[in-house]
Nanobody, 122 residues
Framework: QVQLVESGGGLVQPGGSLRLSCAAS????????MGWYRQAPGKERELVAV???????NFADSVKGRFTISKDNAKNTVYLQMNSLKPEDTAVYYC????????????????WGKGTLVTVSS
Protein backbone atom coordinates (compact mmCIF):
# COMPACT_ATOMS: atom_id res chain seq x y z
CA GLN A 1 0.00 0.00 0.00
CA VAL A 2 1.10 3.55 -0.66
CA GLN A 3 0.06 6.60 1.29
CA LEU A 4 0.58 10.33 1.46
CA VAL A 5 1.19 11.51 5.01
CA GLU A 6 0.51 15.20 5.57
CA SER A 7 1.52 17.48 8.39
CA GLY A 8 1.76 21.16 9.24
CA GLY A 9 -1.83 22.34 9.07
CA GLY A 10 -3.34 24.48 11.77
CA LEU A 11 -4.48 27.92 12.79
CA VAL A 12 -2.52 31.01 11.80
CA GLN A 13 -3.18 34.74 11.86
CA PRO A 14 -3.52 36.76 8.67
CA GLY A 15 -0.09 37.72 7.40
CA GLY A 16 1.49 34.74 9.07
CA SER A 17 3.24 31.74 7.64
CA LEU A 18 2.72 28.02 7.65
CA ARG A 19 4.63 25.12 6.16
CA LEU A 20 2.91 21.96 4.98
CA SER A 21 4.72 18.69 4.42
CA CYS A 22 3.60 15.61 2.54
CA ALA A 23 5.59 12.40 2.42
CA ALA A 24 4.81 9.49 0.16
CA SER A 25 5.31 6.19 1.91
CA UNK A 26 4.97 2.52 1.10
CA UNK A 27 6.38 0.49 -1.74
CA UNK A 28 7.18 3.54 -3.85
CA UNK A 29 9.95 3.35 -6.39
CA UNK A 30 9.75 6.92 -7.69
CA UNK A 31 7.71 10.10 -7.63
CA UNK A 32 7.19 12.59 -10.42
CA UNK A 33 4.49 15.19 -9.93
CA MET A 34 3.74 16.13 -6.36
CA GLY A 35 1.52 18.97 -5.32
CA TRP A 36 -1.28 20.51 -3.34
CA TYR A 37 -4.95 21.18 -3.90
CA ARG A 38 -7.36 22.90 -1.57
CA GLN A 39 -11.09 23.07 -1.02
CA ALA A 40 -12.84 25.79 0.93
CA PRO A 41 -16.40 25.46 2.27
CA GLY A 42 -18.87 25.82 -0.56
CA LYS A 43 -16.12 25.87 -3.15
CA GLU A 44 -14.75 23.38 -5.63
CA ARG A 45 -11.36 21.84 -5.15
CA GLU A 46 -8.66 23.85 -6.87
CA LEU A 47 -5.02 23.44 -7.71
CA VAL A 48 -2.67 25.35 -5.44
CA ALA A 49 0.78 24.32 -6.60
CA VAL A 50 2.53 21.43 -8.31
CA UNK A 51 6.19 20.61 -8.79
CA UNK A 52 7.56 18.31 -11.46
CA UNK A 53 11.10 17.01 -11.74
CA UNK A 54 11.49 18.18 -15.33
CA UNK A 55 9.01 21.01 -15.78
CA UNK A 56 9.43 22.83 -12.50
CA UNK A 57 6.58 24.48 -10.65
CA ASN A 58 3.09 25.71 -11.34
CA PHE A 59 1.04 27.94 -9.03
CA ALA A 60 -2.49 29.17 -8.86
CA ASP A 61 -2.69 32.88 -9.62
CA SER A 62 -4.11 33.56 -6.18
CA VAL A 63 -0.99 32.30 -4.41
CA LYS A 64 1.79 33.40 -6.75
CA GLY A 65 4.41 35.39 -4.92
CA ARG A 66 3.23 34.13 -1.54
CA PHE A 67 3.56 30.34 -1.69
CA THR A 68 6.58 28.24 -2.53
CA ILE A 69 6.59 24.55 -3.37
CA SER A 70 9.60 22.29 -3.22
CA LYS A 71 10.24 18.59 -3.56
CA ASP A 72 12.82 16.25 -2.05
CA ASN A 73 13.08 13.31 -4.41
CA ALA A 74 15.20 11.25 -2.04
CA LYS A 75 12.56 11.52 0.68
CA ASN A 76 9.56 11.44 -1.66
CA THR A 77 8.36 14.53 0.12
CA VAL A 78 6.79 17.77 -1.06
CA TYR A 79 6.60 20.99 0.94
CA LEU A 80 4.36 24.00 0.66
CA GLN A 81 5.68 27.15 2.29
CA MET A 82 2.80 29.57 2.72
CA ASN A 83 3.62 33.18 3.51
CA SER A 84 1.49 36.29 3.84
CA LEU A 85 -1.53 34.15 4.49
CA LYS A 86 -4.99 35.56 3.94
CA PRO A 87 -8.38 34.48 5.28
CA GLU A 88 -9.20 33.42 1.73
CA ASP A 89 -6.52 30.75 2.03
CA THR A 90 -8.60 28.93 4.63
CA ALA A 91 -9.34 25.49 3.27
CA VAL A 92 -8.65 21.81 3.54
CA TYR A 93 -5.39 21.22 1.74
CA TYR A 94 -4.92 17.92 -0.05
CA CYS A 95 -1.61 16.48 -1.10
CA UNK A 96 -1.43 14.53 -4.33
CA UNK A 97 1.28 12.71 -6.20
CA UNK A 98 2.08 10.61 -9.21
CA UNK A 99 4.11 7.61 -8.13
CA UNK A 100 5.46 4.34 -9.38
CA UNK A 101 5.34 1.37 -7.04
CA UNK A 102 6.76 -2.10 -6.73
CA UNK A 103 3.44 -3.47 -7.94
CA UNK A 104 3.22 -0.94 -10.76
CA UNK A 105 6.77 0.04 -11.68
CA UNK A 106 6.19 1.07 -15.28
CA UNK A 107 3.45 3.64 -15.00
CA UNK A 108 2.54 6.43 -12.62
CA UNK A 109 -0.42 6.09 -10.29
CA UNK A 110 -2.19 9.07 -8.76
CA UNK A 111 -2.68 9.06 -5.01
CA TRP A 112 -4.19 11.53 -2.55
CA GLY A 113 -3.75 12.43 1.05
CA LYS A 114 -6.62 12.70 3.50
CA GLY A 115 -6.32 16.46 3.75
CA THR A 116 -5.17 18.87 6.43
CA LEU A 117 -7.09 21.94 7.57
CA VAL A 118 -5.50 25.36 7.31
CA THR A 119 -7.40 28.16 9.04
CA VAL A 120 -6.32 31.77 8.63
CA SER A 121 -8.10 33.92 11.16
CA SER A 122 -7.45 36.51 13.82
Amino acid sequence: QVQLVESGGGLVQPGGSLRLSCAASGSITSTNDMGWYRQAPGKERELVAVVNNARGTNFADSVKGRFTISKDNAKNTVYLQMNSLKPEDTAVYYCNALVTTVASPYEYLEIWGKGTLVTVSS
